[in-house]
C-alpha cells in the first residue's frame, strides 16, 4: 500500500509530562496503520532517539529525527534532513537549555539542506524563510483554514501534522493526569491551553485524509519532506576521550607507563607479565583504546584513595597504571570479560572515589579537559510505585492524611504492571477500605511507572570527548546545576559515547578518615595503595565471624550470615560470597555451602568441572556464564556475552531466541537436555543484577582494608564510619555497635568534639554535626572561635565570645555538650542561666561577622535558684530531641524492668545459641528489615534486632508476616517469641509472636 501522509510532528512519553506513549508504542502503531516512515520531534531534545530508532528498526520504520524547541510562542517543530542537520540541531538545543537569553530566531543555524522548520508561527517563518527551508504546520481542526492561507501568502508550503502526544485515543486520559501533575493541579482545575486536544493522537493516513479533505497539498507535502530527510541512523562511531600529551604516540607512552607499573606492582618483570601485557595491549590497541586508559590513569592519579572496579579490575594495564589494585594474574581474572575481539558494545572502567571528593574531582576535570567537552550521563528519573501512588491521589484531591495511610503501607516491593493485584493481595492492606476512586487512582499509578518524569545527573557516568559533546548530544543542566547529557547510559552507549564511571562511595572515605585518624594518634602513615592485609589473622577473623557492621559490602544481614555459615575468613571465599549474595541465586548458596563443608557433588557437566573447581561446581560470576556457554554450546565470544547482557537485562523475547540457540549448540556437541536444563536454569540467576569476578576481587580488596581497620583501629575506625554517615543502619545502631565492641561512646562536648566523630584510645567522641535542630552557623562559629582563641572555660565564656541564638544554646544545653563547663550546675540550672543570660539587661556586644548583636549581654553576676535535676526520662526525651536518639542508655535498658514483669523469661542474644530447636522469648530493638517473597509469591520479612549483647537475625515466615507486619515500629522495642534454628551454626528466631514494649519516652 503506497504511503499517502507522514506524521512529521510527533511526541513520545520523553516530552516530559506531556506526551505519554513509548517509542517502541507509537513505531508499533505506525507499522500496524500502514506508515513506512515517522518522525519523533520531542520537546527541546532528543532523550529518547536512540530507543526511537532502535524501535524504528524492529518494526520496520524509516526513522526521521528532529525536535520541538523554542521559548514560549517562538516554537517551532525543526527536522534534522542531513546528519550535519543533527549536529546543528543538537548545538541549538544545547543553547536552547544553557543560553538564559536563548532566541530560536537569532540563535538559528545557517543550514537550509540540513534543517527544516515546520510552525504555525508567521513570525518565525518571516524571520527564518530567505535562508532556512520552512513550512507552515497544518493541524487539523479550527483554524486550519486560515493557517493554509497564511501558507500561501508567505510563498511557504503548508505541511499537515497532528501535533501528535499519545499513540491512541484512550490514552488522553493519561495525558491530563500527567499535565495535572506537572501542574500541581486537581484535574478539574488544568487550564486549556496546558493540554491538548483529545483527537492529537497517532491517527491514520484516511483519518488524516477524512479530517483534511479541503488541503491536500499540505498532505502530500508530508511525503516530500519525509523523501528528503536521511533515514539511516543505524550506525554512530565510537567517540573516545582524547588524552592530552604533546608525544604523538600515544601507545609507546602507555607502554612506557606500564613498564614503570611493573616496577612497582612487581619489583620485576616475568613470563606471566609480559605474556599478558603483550596480549591486552595488541587488544587494547586495535580496539581504539589507547587513549581511554591514559585520561582514566590520569583521573585517578588526582586522588590517592580510590578503587576500579568492574570488568576493567581483570586487566593487568589497570592494574600497572594504579586504576585498580587486585592483581588480576594471582587472582586469575579474565581480561576478556572487559575486552575481547569480538565484543561490540563499549566496555567502561568503574572506578569509585570517597563520596565527598566526587565534586571537586568533577570540577578539577571540568577546567583540564574543558567544560564544553566533558559532561554527566543522565538519569531518566520516572515514578515509583509509592510516589505514582501519592501523585495520582493529590490530583484526584484525595486528603494528604488518607494518600498516607495507603503509601506508608507499600513499603514493600511492587512489580510494574502488577500494582493492584499487589496491593490487593498484602497482609498490610487487610482491614483496611479501599474505596472509590482509590481502584481508579491505582490502575492510573500502575500506568504511571512507566514514564520518565525529568533528568537528573547520572551516580558516576562521564562523558569526555575530543571535541564538543554538544555535537553528539544535546547538554543542559542538572537542577544541582551541572552539565549532563540528554542520554541515561544505555543510550550513550548505544550511541557510541564511551563513559567513564567515577562514582561517590563511603566507604572510602571512611578508611581516608581512619588513616587520616592513625596518622594523627600513633604517627603511623598507612598508604591505602599499599594496604593489603589479606593474610591478617585478625582481619580474617573479623571476616569469618561476620562481626562486619560497618565493613564495606558485608554490613548486610544477608552478608554476614553467610560469613558465618561459611566459616571462611579469607579472600578467595569472600570474592565468592560478594558475587553469589546476589538475590536471585538464594536457592544455589545452599548448595554452595554443603559443598564448602564437605558434601560431595558431581560437575554440572565434565567439560565444566576444571571451570567450576575453585566454585564448588557453581556458577558464580558472569564470566562463568561466558565461559559455559562457549564451552557447552559452541558459542563465540560475542554470542556468550550477549547471552549475559541479555540474561542481565530479563529481555524475554531475547532470552528464548537464545535458550534456542543454546540447546541446539549443546545438542550438537551430545549434551543431554537434562544438563542443558539445569545450567540454564543456574545462568537464569544472573537474571537482575550479578557481578563479574575482577568486580567482586576489588569490592573483596576493600572489604578486607575496612576490616583491618576496624580490627586493629576499633574507635578510629568507627568514628569515621559514623562521620560518614554510616552504611547500611543507623547512627544509633553504630553507636550500639561501638559499645559491643567495648568502646566508650562519648557525647557532644563544646570543647572536646570536632565537627565530625573523632576516634582514639578506646573513645569514639561524638561530633557536633551530631546536634539535631540547631543551625550550622552555630556550630561552625563555635568551631572557629575555639581554633582561633582557645577552649572555652565557662559558660558565660563561650556566650561572650560567639553570638549563639538563644534555642541553639538551650540546644547546647539539653544534648550534655555544655555539661564539661557547667561549674557544678545541674541540666535545670543550666537551662535557668542561659535563659537569663539571654532575658537579662546588658550591652550589645559585636557579632562574629561585623553585625551589632542581637543578644543582650547581663551587667550583673547572674545567681542561679536551687532546682532539682531531670529524671532519667526527661534525660532521655532531651536526647532524642537533640541528637535524635538516646545515648545515655540502651533503650531496652529503660524498658527491662517491665519486660521482667511480663509471663516470660527473655533470653539473651548473645545465648541464643544455646537454646537451638527451643522455643525462646528475646528483648530486641529493630534496627534494618527487608521484605521478601517466596517462590510462591507470598511476602515475608527478615528484621535484625538487637540487645544490649548482640544483634540477631529474625525471620518472619508469611504465617507471622500476615499477623504482625503491621505491628512493627523501627522506634520501639518488642518481646520476640519464636524458635531458635541453626543452619551451619548460625542461629536466627523463626518469630511466632511479637509483643510491643511500652514507648521508652512516655511517662
Given at each position: 500500500?503506497?504511503?499517502?501522509?507522514?506524521?512529521?510532528?510527533?511526541?513520545?512519553?520523553?516530552?516530559?509530562?506531556?506526551?505519554?506513549?513509548?517509542?517502541?508504542?507509537?513505531?508499533?502503531?505506525?507499522?500496524?496503520?500502514?506508515?513506512?516512515?515517522?518522525?519523533?520531534?520531542?520537546?527541546?531534545?532528543?532523550?529518547?532517539?536512540?530507543?526511537?530508532?532502535d524501535a524504528a528498526r524492529r518494526f520496520g520504520i524509516h526513522p526521521i529525527v528532529g525536535t520541538t524547541i523554542g521559548t514560549g510562542p517562538d516554537t517551532a517543530v525543526v527536522l534534522?534532513?542531513?546528519?550535519?542537520?543533527?549536529?546543528?540541531?543538537?548545538?541549538?538545543?544545547?543553547?536552547?537549555?544553557?543560553?538564559?537569553?536563548?532566541?530560536?530566531?537569532?540563535?538559528?543555524?545557517?543550514?537550509?539542506?540540513?534543517?527544516?522548520?515546520?510552525?504555525?508561527?508567521?513570525?518565525?517563518?518571516?524571520?527564518?524563510?530567505?535562508?532556512?527551508?520552512?513550512?507552515?504546520?497544518?493541524?487539523?481542526?479550527?483554524?486550519?483554514?486560515?493557517?493554509?492561507?497564511?501558507?500561501?501568502?508567505?510563498?511557504?508550503?503548508?505541511?499537515?501534522?497532528?501535533?501528535?502526544?499519545?499513540?491512541?485515543?484512550?490514552?488522553?486520559?493519561?495525558?491530563?493526569?500527567?499535565?495535572?501533575?506537572?501542574?500541581?493541579?486537581?484535574?478539574?482545575?488544568?487550564?486549556?491551553?496546558?493540554?491538548?486536544?483529545?483527537?492529537?493522537?497517532?491517527?491514520?493516513?484516511?483519518?488524516?485524509?477524512?479530517?483534511?479533505?479541503?488541503?491536500?497539498?499540505?498532505?502530500?507535502?508530508?511525503?516530500?519532506?519525509?523523501?528528503?530527510?536521511?533515514?539511516?541512523?543505524?550506525?554512530?562511531?565510537?567517540?573516545?576521550?582524547?588524552?592530552?600529551?604533546?608525544?604523538?604516540?600515544?601507545?609507546?607512552?602507555?607502554?612506557?607507563?606500564?613498564?614503570?607499573?611493573?616496577?612497582?606492582?612487581?619489583?620485576?618483570?616475568?613470563?606471566?607479565?609480559?605474556?599478558?601485557?603483550?596480549?591486552?595491549?595488541?587488544?587494547?590497541?586495535?580496539?581504539?583504546?589507547?587513549?581511554?586508559?591514559?585520561?582514566?590513569?590520569?583521573?585517578?592519579?588526582?586522588?590517592?584513595?580510590?578503587?576500579?572496579?568492574?570488568?576493567?579490575?581483570?586487566?593487568?594495564?589497570?592494574?600497572?597504571?594504579?586504576?585498580?589494585?587486585?592483581?588480576?594474574?594471582?587472582?586469575?581474572?579474565?581480561?576478556?570479560?572487559?575486552?575481547?575481539?569480538?565484543?561490540?558494545?563499549?566496555?567502561?572502567?568503574?572506578?569509585?572515589?570517597?563520596?565527598?571528593?566526587?565534586?571537586?574531582?568533577?570540577?578539577?576535570?571540568?577546567?583540564?579537559?574543558?567544560?564544553?567537552?566533558?559532561?554527566?550521563?543522565?538519569?531518566?528519573?520516572?515514578?515509583?510505585?509509592?510516589?505514582?501512588?501519592?501523585?495520582?491521589?493529590?490530583?484526584?484531591?484525595?486528603?494528604?492524611?488518607?494518600?498516607?495511610?495507603?503509601?506508608?503501607?507499600?513499603?514493600?516491593?511492587?512489580?510494574?504492571?502488577?500494582?493492584?493485584?499487589?496491593?490487593?493481595?498484602?497482609?498490610?492492606?487487610?482491614?483496611?477500605?479501599?474505596?472509590?476512586?482509590?481502584?481508579?487512582?491505582?490502575?492510573?499509578?500502575?500506568?504511571?511507572?512507566?514514564?520518565?518524569?525529568?533528568?537528573?545527573?547520572?551516580?558516576?557516568?562521564?562523558?569526555?570527548?575530543?571535541?564538543?559533546?554538544?555535537?553528539?548530544?544535546?547538554?543542559?543542566?542538572?537542577?544541582?546545576?551541572?552539565?549532563?547529557?540528554?542520554?541515561?547510559?544505555?543510550?550513550?552507549?548505544?550511541?557510541?559515547?564511551?563513559?567513564?564511571?567515577?562514582?561517590?562511595?563511603?566507604?572510602?572515605?571512611?578508611?581516608?578518615?581512619?588513616?587520616?585518624?592513625?596518622?594523627?594518634?600513633?604517627?603511623?602513615?598507612?598508604?591505602?595503595?599499599?594496604?593489603?592485609?589479606?593474610?591478617?589473622?585478625?582481619?580474617?577473623?573479623?571476616?569469618?565471624?561476620?562481626?562486619?557492621?560497618?565493613?564495606?559490602?558485608?554490613?548486610?544481614?544477608?552478608?554476614?550470615?553467610?560469613?558465618?555459615?561459611?566459616?571462611?575468613?579469607?579472600?578467595?571465599?569472600?570474592?565468592?560470597?560478594?558475587?553469589?549474595?546476589?538475590?536471585?541465586?538464594?536457592?544455589?548458596?545452599?548448595?554452595?555451602?554443603?559443598?564448602?563443608?564437605?558434601?560431595?557433588?558431581?560437575?554440572?557437566?565434565?567439560?565444566?568441572?576444571?571451570?567450576?573447581?575453585?566454585?564448588?561446581?557453581?556458577?558464580?560470576?558472569?564470566?562463568?556464564?561466558?565461559?559455559?556457554?562457549?564451552?557447552?554450546?559452541?558459542?563465540?565470544?560475542?554470542?556468550?556475552?550477549?547471552?549475559?547482557?541479555?540474561?542481565?537485562?530479563?529481555?524475554?523475547?531475547?532470552?528464548?531466541?537464545?535458550?534456542?540457540?543454546?540447546?541446539?549448540?549443546?545438542?550438537?556437541?551430545?549434551?543431554?537436555?537434562?544438563?542443558?536444563?539445569?545450567?540454564?536454569?543456574?545462568?537464569?540467576?544472573?537474571?537482575?543484577?550479578?557481578?563479574?569476578?575482577?568486580?567482586?576481587?576489588?569490592?573483596?580488596?576493600?572489604?578486607?582494608?575496612?576490616?583491618?581497620?576496624?580490627?586493629?583501629?576499633?574507635?578510629?575506625?568507627?568514628?569515621?564510619?559514623?562521620?560518614?554517615?554510616?552504611?547500611?543502619?543507623?547512627?544509633?545502631?553504630?553507636?550500639?555497635?561501638?559499645?559491643?565492641?567495648?568502646?566508650?561512646?562519648?557525647?557532644?562536648?563544646?570543647?572536646?568534639?570536632?565537627?565530625?566523630?573523632?576516634?582514639?584510645?578506646?573513645?569514639?567522641?561524638?561530633?557536633?554535626?551530631?546536634?539535631?535542630?540547631?543551625?550550622?552557623?552555630?556550630?561552625?562559629?563555635?568551631?572557629?572561635?575555639?581554633?582561633?582563641?582557645?577552649?572555652?572555660?565557662?559558660?558565660?565564656?563561650?556566650?561572650?565570645?560567639?553570638?549563639?541564638?538563644?534555642?541553639?544554646?538551650?540546644?547546647?544545653?539539653?544534648?550534655?555538650?555544655?555539661?564539661?563547663?557547667?561549674?557544678?550546675?545541674?541540666?535545670?540550672?543550666?537551662?535557668?542561666f542561659i535563659e537569663a543570660w539571654f532575658n537579662g539587661a546588658g550591652v550589645k556586644g559585636t557579632a562574629g561577622h561585623g553585625q551589632i548583636s542581637a543578644f543582650p549581654r547581663p551587667?550583673?553576676?547572674?545567681?542561679?535558684?536551687?532546682?532539682?535535676?531531670?529524671?532519667?526520662?526527661?534525660?532521655?526525651?532531651?536526647?532524642?530531641?537533640?541528637?535524635?536518639?538516646?545515648?545515655?542508655?540502651?533503650?531496652?535498658?529503660?524498658?527491662?524492668?517491665?519486660?521482667?514483669?511480663?509471663?516470660?523469661?527473655?533470653?539473651?542474644?548473645?545465648?541464643?545459641?544455646?537454646?537451638?530447636?527451643?522455643?525462646?522469648?528475646?528483648?530486641?530493638?529493630?534496627?534494618?528489615?527487608?521484605?521478601?517473597?517466596?517462590?510462591?509469591?507470598?511476602?515475608?520479612?527478615?528484621?535484625?534486632?538487637?540487645?544490649?549483647?548482640?544483634?540477631?537475625?529474625?525471620?518472619?515466615?508469611?504465617?507471622?508476616?500476615?499477623?504482625?507486619?503491621?505491628?512493627?515500629?523501627?522506634?520501639?522495642?518488642?518481646?520476640?517469641?519464636?524458635?531458635?534454628?541453626?543452619?551451619?551454626?548460625?542461629?536466627?528466631?523463626?518469630?511466632?509472636?511479637?509483643?510491643?514494649?511500652?514507648?521508652?519516652?512516655?511517662?
Amino acid at each position: 500500500m503506497r504511503e499517502t501522509f507522514v506524521h512529521l510532528h510527533v511526541h513520545s512519553h520523553y516530552s516530559m509530562m506531556r506526551g505519554v506513549s513509548s517509542v517502541t508504542a507509537l513505531c508499533r502503531t505506525a507499522s500496524a496503520l500502514g506508515f513506512e516512515h515517522l518522525a519523533l520531534t520531542d520537546d527541546k531534545g532528543f532523550y529518547g532517539l536512540i530507543n526511537f530508532l532502535d524501535a524504528a528498526r524492529r518494526f520496520g520504520i524509516h526513522p526521521i529525527v528532529g525536535t520541538t524547541i523554542g521559548t514560549g510562542p517562538d516554537t517551532a517543530v525543526v527536522l534534522a534532513k542531513t546528519p550535519r542537520g543533527y549536529e546543528l540541531l543538537s548545538e541549538l538545543t544545547t543553547r536552547r537549555h544553557l543560553d538564559a537569553d536563548f532566541s530560536l530566531l537569532r540563535d538559528f543555524p545557517d543550514g537550509r539542506r540540513d534543517l527544516v522548520v515546520l510552525t504555525a508561527n508567521p513570525e518565525i517563518i518571516k524571520a527564518l524563510h530567505p535562508r532556512r527551508e520552512c513550512g507552515v504546520e497544518v493541524v487539523p481542526g479550527p483554524g486550519d483554514r486560515r493557517l493554509l492561507k497564511m501558507a500561501h501568502s508567505l510563498g511557504v508550503p503548508p505541511v499537515a501534522t497532528n501535533a501528535v502526544h499519545f499513540a491512541h485515543l484512550e490514552d488522553y486520559s493519561l495525558h491530563r493526569l500527567v499535565r495535572a501533575i506537572d501542574l500541581n493541579l486537581t484535574l478539574s482545575n488544568i487550564p486549556r491551553e496546558e493540554i491538548v486536544r483529545p483527537d492529537q493522537w497517532l491517527q491514520s493516513a484516511a483519518q488524516m485524509e477524512r479530517r483534511l479533505p479541503h488541503c491536500p497539498e499540505a498532505l502530500a507535502n508530508t511525503l516530500k519532506l519525509a523523501g528528503e530527510c536521511h533515514t539511516k541512523w543505524d550506525h554512530f562511531r565510537t567517540i573516545f576521550p582524547h588524552y592530552r600529551d604533546r608525544r604523538e604516540d600515544h601507545f609507546a607512552l602507555l607502554l612506557e607507563k606500564c613498564r614503570k607499573g611493573i616496577s612497582w606492582r612487581y619489583g620485576r618483570t616475568s613470563p606471566a607479565v609480559e605474556e599478558r601485557l603483550a596480549e591486552e595491549l595488541d587488544l587494547i590497541g586495535a580496539k581504539g583504546y589507547v587513549d581511554y586508559f591514559l585520561v582514566v590513569a590520569d583521573i585517578v592519579g588526582r586522588r590517592p584513595i580510590h578503587c576500579g572496579r568492574g570488568s576493567g579490575a581483570a586487566s593487568l594495564v589497570s592494574y600497572l597504571l594504579g586504576i585498580t589494585h587486585v592483581d588480576p594474574l594471582r587472582h586469575n581474572l579474565l581480561f576478556g570479560r572487559f575486552l575481547n575481539p569480538e565484543r561490540k558494545d563499549l566496555p567502561d572502567i568503574d572506578v569509585d572515589f570517597p563520596w565527598d571528593e566526587r565534586d571537586d574531582l568533577f570540577e578539577e576535570l571540568r577546567r583540564h579537559y574543558g567544560a564544553e567537552r566533558m559532561a554527566t550521563v543522565a538519569n531518566h528519573v520516572g515514578f515509583g510505585a509509592r510516589a505514582a501512588v501519592r501523585e495520582v491521589a493529590r490530583v484526584y484531591g484525595v486528603p494528604a492524611a488518607e494518600i498516607k495511610e495507603v503509601t506508608r503501607r507499600m513499603s514493600f516491593w511492587t512489580e510494574p504492571g502488577a500494582m493492584w493485584e499487589r496491593i490487593g493481595t498484602h497482609p498490610k492492606f487487610r482491614g483496611f477500605p479501599l474505596d472509590p476512586p482509590w481502584p481508579e487512582i491505582i490502575d492510573l499509578a500502575g500506568r504511571l511507572e512507566s514514564l520518565p518524569r525529568h533528568l537528573s545527573m547520572h551516580c558516576g557516568g562521564v562523558i569526555i570527548a575530543p571535541d564538543r559533546i554538544s555535537r553528539h548530544v544535546p547538554v543542559q543542566r542538572s537542577a544541582k546545576g551541572a552539565r549532563i547529557i540528554q542520554w541515561e547510559k544505555d543510550q550513550a552507549e548505544k550511541a557510541g559515547l564511551v563513559k567513564i564511571d567515577l562514582l561517590g562511595n563511603r566507604s572510602l572515605a571512611v578508611i581516608r578518615d581512619s588513616l587520616a585518624a592513625i596518622r594523627e594518634n600513633y604517627g603511623k602513615d598507612l598508604e591505602y595503595a599499599r594496604l593489603n592485609p589479606v593474610d591478617d589473622p585478625d582481619t580474617r577473623e573479623q571476616i569469618r565471624t561476620g562481626r562486619t557492621m560497618g565493613v564495606f559490602y558485608v554490613e548486610s544481614p544477608a552478608m554476614r550470615l553467610l560469613q558465618q555459615k561459611a566459616g571462611c575468613g579469607d579472600f578467595e571465599h569472600l570474592v565468592i560470597h560478594s558475587s553469589i549474595i546476589r538475590p536471585a541465586a538464594n536457592r544455589y548458596i545452599r548448595d554452595y555451602l554443603d559443598r564448602l563443608h564437605g558434601a560431595p557433588y558431581e560437575p554440572l557437566h565434565p567439560s565444566l568441572a576444571g571451570l567450576l573447581a575453585e566454585n564448588y561446581g557453581i556458577l558464580v560470576y558472569q564470566e562463568d556464564v561466558v565461559q559455559a556457554a562457549m564451552i557447552l554450546a559452541g558459542f563465540s565470544w560475542g554470542e556468550a556475552d550477549g547471552l549475559r547482557k541479555v540474561i542481565s537485562k530479563k529481555s524475554r523475547e531475547q532470552l528464548s531466541d537464545y535458550r534456542s540457540r543454546f540447546a541446539r549448540g549443546c545438542a550438537a556437541r551430545g549434551v543431554s537436555p537434562d544438563v542443558v536444563d539445569r545450567v540454564w536454569e543456574m545462568f537464569i540467576s544472573f537474571s537482575g543484577y550479578s557481578f563479574c569476578k575482577p568486580h567482586s576481587a576489588s569490592y573483596a580488596l576493600v572489604s578486607f582494608k575496612s576490616a583491618y581497620l576496624k580490627a586493629h583501629y576499633p574507635a578510629e575506625f568507627m568514628a569515621a564510619v559514623l562521620s560518614n554517615g554510616g552504611g547500611y543502619y543507623s547512627t544509633f545502631a553504630y553507636v550500639s555497635e561501638s559499645r559491643r565492641m567495648g568502646l566508650t561512646v562519648a557525647g557532644p562536648d563544646i570543647n572536646e568534639s570536632a565537627w565530625n566523630y573523632r576516634g582514639g584510645d578506646r573513645c569514639v567522641r561524638m561530633g557536633l554535626r551530631q546536634l539535631q535542630n540547631i543551625r550550622r552557623s552555630t556550630l561552625e562559629d563555635i568551631l572557629a572561635e575555639r581554633g582561633k582563641n582557645g577552649p572555652f572555660a565557662s559558660v558565660e565564656e563561650l556566650l561572650r565570645r560567639v553570638d549563639i541564638p538563644p534555642s541553639d544554646g538551650m540546644i547546647l544545653a539539653r544534648s550534655g555538650a555544655l555539661d564539661s563547663l557547667s561549674g557544678g550546675l545541674n541540666r535545670p540550672r543550666l537551662l535557668w542561666f542561659i535563659e537569663a543570660w539571654f532575658n537579662g539587661a546588658g550591652v550589645k556586644g559585636t557579632a562574629g561577622h561585623g553585625q551589632i548583636s542581637a543578644f543582650p549581654r547581663p551587667r550583673a553576676r547572674i545567681v542561679v535558684p536551687p532546682l532539682p535535676g531531670f529524671s532519667p526520662r526527661q534525660t532521655w526525651r532531651h536526647e532524642m530531641e537533640t541528637l535524635g536518639f538516646v545515648l545515655s542508655v540502651h533503650p531496652l535498658a529503660m524498658v527491662e524492668p517491665m519486660a521482667r514483669k511480663l509471663p516470660h523469661r527473655v533470653t539473651k542474644a548473645a545465648d541464643l545459641h544455646r537454646h537451638v530447636g527451643e522455643r525462646v522469648c528475646t528483648a530486641g530493638w529493630p534496627i534494618t528489615r527487608k521484605e521478601v517473597l517466596t517462590r510462591e509469591g507470598e511476602p515475608m520479612e527478615f528484621v535484625s534486632f538487637e540487645d544490649r549483647t548482640a544483634i540477631y537475625e529474625t525471620v518472619f515466615f508469611p504465617s507471622a508476616f500476615r499477623r504482625f507486619c503491621q505491628d512493627i515500629d523501627m522506634n520501639r522495642g518488642y518481646l520476640i517469641l519464636g524458635k531458635v534454628e541453626s543452619e551451619f551454626d548460625t542461629v536466627s528466631l523463626a518469630v511466632n509472636r511479637v509483643v510491643k514494649l511500652p514507648p521508652v519516652l512516655e511517662d
